[in-house]
C-alpha cells in the first residue's frame, strides 16, 4: 500500500490525523452540547451548527488566498494549528462560555484557524505528486492520507464521551441522553410528563429526588452534564500541540506549492501563452463543476453530526444487550469504516487497473454520490411507522418503539464507502487539474464548496422537526441521486481535461 509513495506523505498525515482527533471530539458532541447548554431546540442548534461547519470551509478559501500571496504555506498551516488550538481552550472554560454567541464567537475561532490549515496542508501533500516518479500514485496518495487523518476519529468521540460522563460520575450522577431535555423544559415551566422525569432523575441520582427536590436536581444534573461537555473539548487542545510538534520535525522535508522551476530558461511564444490561458480556463471550469456536484453531497453527508445525530437520541434504543450507548457514539463508525475500508478500496482500485478498468476519478465520484443516496433510502424506509418529532417533543419515545441501533451503524457504513469514493479521490483531483500558482485557492474552493453544503445543513433540521421522518431522509436521497446523474453527463469532459 506505501510503495512507490513519497516519503513527505506519511508525516503530513500524520500531523493532519492529530487536527482530525481535535476535530471529531468536538464534532461529536457539538450539537447535543449546544441543545443541552442553552435549551436550544433542533432548528436552532442546526443554524449554529451549520454557521460554524460552513464557515470552516468558507474560510479556507482565505487561508489558500494567504497562503498564495505571502508563498508562506507552511507558515500558514503553523498559525492555523496555534489558532485552533486557541479556540478550543476558550470552548473549554465553563465560566466563559455563558451564552450561544459567545460559544459561536469561540467556533468561528477554530474555524479560521481550520481554514489556515486545512487546504494549504492539502495543497503540500498534492506537490509530492506533481514529481512525475510519483504522479500515477496521486489517487492511492491521497486516500492513503485520507485513511491516516481519520484514524484518531476512531477513538475522538469515544474519549469525548469518556471525559464528559466521567465528569458526571464525579458529580454523583449517571448519564441518561434524555435528561437534559426534560431538565431544560422543567426548568423553563414547558409542559412535560413529570412523573417519567422524576422516574429518570431517581435512576441517575446517587440520592433519593422528589418533587420538593426535582427543581435543585435539574439545575445540578444540567451543570454536571454541560461541564463534562466543556472538560471534553480541552482535549482537542493537546491533539492540536501533537500535530504543531509533527508539523514543525517535518516541514522541511515537505515541498511548498506553486514554486516549479523554469523549463530550461527557454522564451514562450504568444500562443503558447494564450494556449495555456485557455488551458487553465478549462481546468478552472471543470473544477467548478465538480465543486457544484459535491455541494449536495456535503449537504447530506454532514448530517451525521446534526439530524442522524438527533435521531440517535430521539429515536434509537441506546443500548445493544447489556451494553449502554450515547447518541455520539455513533460518529466513531465513520472514521474506523475509513480506516478500515481503505486499503479495500485500494485494492479494489489497483486490481481493476491492472485489467484496465478501472474507473477515471469524476466516474468514482458520481459512484459515490449513489452509494450516499442509497444509505438515506435506508433511512427512510427504516422510518417508516415511527411518529413525528412532534408527537414526541413532550415526552421521549418508549424504548419499545424505539428503532435499532444497528440501522445506523449501516447508515454511517454505507455513508463511508461513499466518502472515500468522494473525498480523498475530489482531493486528488483538485490537486492534479488545478493550475500551479492556483494550487492553494482551488483546495480553497473545494472546501468552499463543502462549505455551501454545510450552510444548508440546517434545512435538515427543520425538515427534521416539520415534516415526516421518511419524507426528510427522502430529500437527501434524492439530491444525491440527481447529483450523480449530472456527474455522469460531464464524466467525458472532466476526463479530457484531467488528462
Keep these: 500500500m506505501f510503495k512507490n509513495q513519497p516519503k513527505g506523505l506519511i508525516p503530513a498525515a500524520l500531523s493532519n490525523m492529530g487536527e482530525r482527533f481535535g476535530f471529531y471530539v468536538m464534532m461529536a458532541i457539538l450539537t447535543l452540547f449546544l441543545m443541552s447548554k442553552f435549551d436550544l431546540d433542533g432548528k436552532e442548534a ?21 497562503a498564495d500571496k505571502t508563498k508562506n504555506y507552511k507558515g500558514t498551516i503553523i498559525a492555523g494549528l496555534v489558532v485552533m488550538a486557541l479556540g478550543y481552550a476558550l470552548l473549554a472554560i465553563p465560566a466563559l462560555i455563558t451564552t450561544k454567541y459567545i460559544a459561536l464567537g469561540a467556533l468561528l475561532v477554530i474555524a479560521f484557524g481550520n481554514g489556515l490549515f486545512k487546504g494549504n496542508l492539502q495543497a503540500v501533500v498534492g506537490q509530492l505528486y506533481d514529481n512525475p516518479k510519483y504522479s500515477a500514485q496521486r489517487d492511492s496518495g491521497f ?22 460522563n466521567t465528569f458526571v460520575k464525579m458529580q454523583g450522577f449517571a448519564y441518561n441522553a434524555d435528561l437534559p431535555g426534560l431538565c431544560n423544559k422543567y426548568l423553563a415551566g414547558k409542559e412535560i410528563d413529570t412523573d417519567l422525569f422524576l422516574n429518570y432523575a431517581n435512576q441517575v441520582s446517587q440520592t ?30 493537546l491533539a492540536m500541540l501533537i500535530s504543531l510538534v509533527i508539523f514543525l520535525w517535518a516541514k522541511k522535508s515537505l515541498p511548498t506549492p506553486g514554486q516549479k522551476t523554469a523549463d530550461n530558461g527557454a522564451a514562450v511564444s504568444k500562443e503558447e501563452i494564450k494556449q495555456s490561458a485557455k488551458e487553465i480556463k478549462q ?74 478498468k478501472e474507473p477515471s476519478t469524476p466516474k468514482k465520484i458520481g459512484i459515490g454520490m449513489g452509494i450516499a443516496a442509497l444509505a438515506y433510502i435506508v433511512m427512510a424506509v ?7 418529532y412532534s408527537e414526541i417533543s413532550a415526552a421521549p419515545l418508549a424504548e419499545s418503539a424505539r428503532v435499532t441501533p444497528w440501522i445506523l451503524f449501516c447508515v454511517y457504513f454505507i455513508l463511508t464507502i461513499a466518502e472515500l469514493f468522494i473525498s480523498p479521490l475530489g482531493l486528488s483531483f483538485v490537486s492534479k487539474v488545478a493550475p500551479a500558482h492556483l494550487q492553494g485557492l482551488m483546495q480553497g474552493c473545494w472546501l468552499g464548496a463543502t462549505a455551501v453544503g454545510n450552510a444548508c445543513l440546517f434545512l435538515g433540521a427543520v425538515m427534521y422537526e416539520s415534516i ?32
Aim: net charge positive.
Design 468 to 499: 415526516s421522518l421518511t419524507a426528510t431522509w427522502s430529500v437527501f436521497a434524492g439530491v444525491c441521486f440527481i447529483s450523480m446523474a449530472v456527474m455522469f453527463c460531464m464524466v467525458s469532459w472532466l476526463e479530457r481535461v484531467a488528462k
Design 382 to 388: 427504516a422510518s417508516i411507522g415511527l411518529p413525528s
Design 143 to 164: 486516500q492513503i492520507f485520507y485513511m491516516f487523518i481519520n484514524i484518531g476519529g476512531c477513538i475522538a468521540p469515544l474519549i469525548a464521551v469518556w471525559v464528559r
Design 208 to 237: 433519593e429526588v422528589n418533587l420538593e427536590t426535582l427543581r435543585d436536581f435539574a439545575g445540578n444534573y444540567l451543570t454536571a452534564f454541560n461541564t463534562g461537555f466543556h472538560y471534553a473539548f480541552s482535549v482537542a487542545i
Design 283 to 356: 481546468r478552472i471550469l471543470a473544477l467548478f463543476a465538480v465543486f457544484g456536484v459535491v455541494i449536495f453531497f456535503w449537504f447530506s453527508f454532514h448530517q451525521n453530526g446534526l439530524t442522524l445525530t438527533m435521531f440517535a437520541k430521539d429515536y434509537t434504543l441506546l443500548k445493544i444487550g447489556s451494553l449502554e450507548l450515547g447518541a455520539e457514539i455513533f460518529q466513531s463508525v465513520n472514521p474506523f469504516v475509513v480506516v478500515f475500508l481503505t486499503p479495500v478500496v485500494m485494492w479494489l482500485f489497483g486490481a481493476l487497473a491492472k485489467k484496465g
Design 46 to 66: 442546526g443554524a449554529l451548527y451549520s454557521t460554524f461547519y460552513c464557515s470552516i470551509y468558507i474560510l479556507a478559501l482565505v487561508g489558500g488566498v494567504i
